[in-house]
């Protein structure tokens, strides 16, 4: 960027770093830059994009051009694997830096730009909702293998009214409950001064009650599930199938 100066935005990828998004499944070979004017070439490890930025679709981070969050979520969209993009895109809205209006909006302008299958499942899938990696990937998963769309976040109440829990994934109709369980639950989000021990029973009691206060199923998925996409599908179809 000190080369460049402002002849340059950061792009692609490498503005997905410069916003502060998650890396997963991107390509961080190369450094992304899209000219202003002119451009579209590649070497030496970075990608030169040609120009056709609008206003709009830059910011300005430590004193250098990086494109816009919306503009970033498409460009990535656009080289990325789908699964990476939904990523991007749910991580992105889900902090306020854009939103899904805002991205269909950017997209219907786009009419030179390459379309793909990156964009076109982002379009269908990212949600602000997904809190992490493993909930926009989990929801890939279930639009891929055909199930039925559940509803993100959804919220539990005591008879009082007071709010028990939130959970991943619901689908109220086959009485069944999803969570995505990764490190982060039982590390970076313990309580101050609570063991992992802790940590894992606090979470099973937490469950107790949902099932208890419900009656519905709830199934748990981690990085292993999402790695056998038709057999985590397949489980997930035989619980919906029993409500039926």
């Given at each position: 960027?000190?080369?460049?100066?402002?002849?340059?935005?950061?792009?692609?990828?490498s503005?997905?770093?410069?916003?502060?998004?998650?890396?997963?499944?991107?390509?961080?070979?190369?450094?992304?830059l899209?000219?202003?004017?002119?451009?579209?070439?590649k070497?030496a490890?970075?990608?030169?994009?040609?120009?056709?930025?609008?206003?709009?679709?830059l910011?300005?981070?430590?004193d250098?051009?990086?494109?816009?969050?919306?503009?970033?979520?498409?460009?990535?969209?656009?080289?990325?694997?789908?699964?990476a993009?939904?990523?991007?895109?749910?991580?992105?809205?889900?902090?306020?830096?854009?939103?899904?209006p805002?991205?269909?909006?950017?997209?219907?302008?786009?009419?030179?730009?390459?379309?793909s299958?990156?964009?076109?499942?982002?379009?269908?899938?990212?949600?602000?909702?997904?809190?992490?990696?493993?909930?926009s990937?989990?929801?890939?998963?279930?639009w891929?293998?055909?199930?039925?769309?559940?509803?993100?976040?959804?919220?539990?109440?005591?008879?009082?009214?007071?709010?028990l829990?939130?959970?991943?994934?619901?689908?109220?109709?086959?009485r069944?409950?999803?969570?995505?369980?990764?490190?982060?639950?039982y590390t970076?989000?313990?309580?101050?001064?609570?063991?992992?021990?802790q940590?894992?029973?606090?979470?099973k009691?937490?469950?107790?009650?949902?099932?208890?206060?419900?009656?519905?199923?709830?199934?748990?998925?981690?990085?292993?599930?999402?790695?056998?996409?038709a057999?985590?599908a397949?489980?997930?179809r035989?619980?919906?199938?029993?409500a039926?």
């Amino acid at each position: 960027m000190r080369q460049y100066d402002d002849h340059v935005a950061l792009s692609h990828t490498s503005a997905v770093i410069q916003h502060g998004g998650p890396t997963w499944g991107l390509d961080l070979s190369s450094v992304h830059l899209t000219h202003v004017t002119g451009g579209g070439r590649k070497g030496a490890g970075v990608v030169h994009h040609h120009g056709a930025c609008r206003v709009q679709d830059l910011s300005r981070i430590d004193d250098h051009w990086v494109t816009s969050p919306t503009r970033t979520v498409l460009d990535t969209a656009s080289v990325a694997r789908p699964e990476a993009a939904v990523v991007v895109a749910s991580d992105f809205m889900h902090r306020g830096l854009t939103s899904m209006p805002e991205i269909l909006q950017l997209e219907g302008a786009r009419q030179l730009w390459p379309n793909s299958l990156g964009v076109n499942v982002m379009l269908h899938v990212a949600d602000g909702r997904f809190e992490s990696v493993g909930e926009s990937r989990a929801a890939c998963l279930m639009w891929a293998q055909g199930l039925p769309t559940p509803i993100p976040q959804w919220e539990i109440y005591l008879p009082d009214g007071r709010l028990l829990a939130r959970v991943d994934f619901a689908w109220p109709e086959g009485r069944l409950l999803c969570e995505f369980d990764g490190r982060i639950k039982y590390t970076a989000l313990r309580r101050p001064n609570e063991s992992i021990e802790q940590a894992v029973l606090r979470e099973k009691r937490r469950e107790e009650a949902i099932l208890e206060l419900t009656g519905w199923r709830i199934i748990r998925l981690t990085w292993e599930d999402l790695a056998q996409p038709a057999v985590t599908a397949a489980r997930i179809r035989r619980l919906l199938e029993r409500a039926a």
